[in-house]
């Protein structure tokens, strides 16, 4: 259904200016009374990616599939990487998958507020719904993407064990990290429309400064604790760990990173909320 209809004919539909809500209950409560039109957006976001495209969502494992590929002719053939016994192309797609789904979702969510300009002038309902309804389009997408992951570690007989369970854990941090830088740039963009620009930069920057290519071990010992206050370092590490290593994520740097990643979540939620009452005005 159209998102725009659907907005319309919602019985709970308020006023352009809302008073400020910055409680996480309250916005609970919001996103749950517009339910519907979230998961409008949602499946929009996925159609509109998708529509008219041969390969469907055949391209949400091509593109991570083709990185592999290359990176393990560059690192394999030319340069040699440590992996810890870890098959190349394995250790490659491990860390490219979360990535591209970090990445993705930022890209888009820069834009979820301003390319909805025509929803958010005509009446109040939580802004917050387009990065998180762009969040869970990326999701799929990502959940579709891993399926080679698991078809690769069939080929090269790699077992999960018991410390998969980590999994749900090190995916809940990664989500409260991009949902916190996120929001911070659905709101920011409103107002300074050169922000998106930067961010595919910033994000090609951001992947060579994170273990996806190679593992954290090749970077120098002084190095370390900088390195670590990456999140992504603590995220994709804990990745690695307990699917292909078999054993529990390093502690001290995944604890890091989930204190960055609530810290960071808790911030760009509160700065989202400061700036929702003027969006109407300025788009």
């Known amino acids: 259904m159209n998102p725009q209809k659907l907005l319309i004919a919602s019985p709970?539909?308020?006023?352009?200016?809302?008073?400020?809500?910055?409680?996480?209950?309250?916005?609970?409560?919001?996103?749950?009374?517009?339910?519907?039109?979230f998961w409008s957006l949602t499946l929009r976001d996925l159609k509109v990616r998708y529509k008219q495209s041969v390969l469907g969502f055949g391209w949400t494992v091509l593109q991570p599939l083709a990185f592999t590929v290359?990176?393990?002719i560059v690192?394999?053939?030319?340069?040699?990487?440590?992996?810890?016994?870890?098959p190349y192309p394995l250790f490659a797609l491990c860390g490219l998958l979360p990535w591209t789904f970090f990445s993705a979702f930022l890209s888009a969510a820069g834009t979820s507020v301003v390319g909805n300009g025509n929803l958010v002038t005509k009446v109040y309902f939580p802004r917050e719904i387009f990065p998180l309804a762009v969040l869970t389009a990326a999701c799929i997408n990502f959940l579709v993407a891993c399926s080679t992951l698991v078809g690769l570690m069939a080929l090269y007989r790699i077992m999960p064990s018991v410390h998969i369970l980590w999994l749900p854990l090190i995916l809940l941090v990664q989500l409260a990290f991009s949902i916190g830088i996120g929001l911070f740039l659905a709101g920011a963009n409103v107002f300074y429309r050169h922000i998106q620009a930067l961010v595919p930069i910033l994000a090609q920057l951001w992947m060579y400064a994170s273990p996806i290519i190679y593992p954290t071990s090749v970077v120098p010992e002084r190095w370390q604790l900088w390195y670590s206050l990456n999140p992504m370092v603590g995220i994709l590490d804990g990745y690695r760990q307990a699917?292909?290593?078999?054993?529990?994520?390093d502690l001290q740097t995944f604890l890091c990173a989930a204190v960055i990643a609530v810290t960071t979540f808790f911030a760009g939620y509160r700065v989202f909320k400061s700036l929702e009452d003027r969006f109407a005005d300025v788009i």
Do not use: K, M
Request: charged residues 25%.
């Open 70 to 72: 290359l990176f393990s």
């Open 12 to 37: 709970v539909v308020r006023t352009i200016t809302p008073q400020a809500r910055v409680g996480l209950l309250r916005c609970g409560r919001d996103l749950w009374e517009y339910r519907e039109l």
């Open 243 to 249: 699917l292909l290593l078999h054993r529990s994520p």
């Open 75 to 86: 690192f394999t053939r030319f340069i040699r990487v440590p992996t810890a016994d870890i």
